[in-house]
């Protein structure tokens, strides 16, 4: 199993609050993903880091913002959450030159 | 359009029995396909990557196959068991950026019943 971690795994939260969500590897990838995925549909790209201090926007438009102050951890903010914020966001890290992407087991968001 | 389409969307067989799952895809430029298993709740796991050279692949009773020329692959999973029942997602990556961008298809959900 992969050494890639989210917390928290489940949060239900009311609207207007600021959530963080965490996610840190710890196989020394510098690559590093942040996937939002509604049930039954595919994973959709929001984030993605190539190292320290380099971050992008990925193809679905979120609210949400991240940082890559070290190599291990990739947090995602949202700064103001909304009902429809609610789904599930999925954390992954590839390493090297190699194809494997490694998947975080994910967080269950609910916004009420 | 670069797109990964799977087939079918749902499929329900007995403990024991073989499956087969597809995948079609039109992206381009082609890198490698990978298809992940995701248990209910969790994150996906790899279970094959097949690079343009590679036609067939296999993972224990898993064993994907790869028709680069009409863009297809399937993946075929032996003697079922209960463990087996999650969705099963295809994910296509071209080369035509840095990012190496993937592709997901929606997933087949596999429910094996006893």
């Known amino acids: 199993e992969a050494d890639i971690y989210q917390t928290p795994r489940y949060l239900v939260i009311g609207t207007g609050k600021k959530i963080t969500l965490e996610c840190s590897q710890t196989m020394g990838h510098d690559k590093m993903y942040w996937y939002q995925q509604d049930p039954g549909m595919e994973l959709h790209l929001i984030h993605y880091?190539?190292?320290?201090?380099?971050?992008e926007k990925g193809d679905l438009s979120s609210e949400s913002t991240v940082s890559r102050i070290r190599t291990e951890h990739f947090p995602l903010t949202l700064e103001s959450a909304r009902p429809s914020h609610t789904s599930q966001y999925l954390c992954a890290s590839t390493g090297g030159q190699g194809y494997e992407q490694y998947f975080g087991p994910g967080t269950r968001l609910t916004v009420t | 359009k670069n797109q990964v389409e799977q087939s079918p969307q749902s499929l329900i067989i007995l403990e024991g029995k073989n499956c087969t799952l597809q995948?079609?895809?039109?992206?381009?430029?082609?890198?490698?396909l990978r298809w992940y298993k995701q248990d209910t709740g969790r994150g996906p796991v790899s279970l094959t990557i097949?690079?343009?050279?590679?036609n067939t692949k296999s993972n224990g009773r898993y064993t994907a196959t790869l028709d680069a020329d009409t863009k297809q692959s399937s993946l075929h999973i032996t003697a079922s068991q209960l463990s087996d029942s999650a969705s099963y997602i295809c994910?296509?990556?071209?080369?035509?950026?840095?990012?190496?961008?993937?592709?997901f298809g929606r997933g087949t959900q596999l429910t094996v019943w006893p």
């Open positions: 097949m690079t343009f050279s590679e």
């Open positions: 995948c079609n895809y039109t992206v381009s430029p082609f890198s490698n």
């Open positions: 994910v296509v990556s071209d080369r035509g950026s840095t990012l190496g961008r993937l592709y």
């Open positions: 880091s190539y190292g320290v201090n380099s971050t």
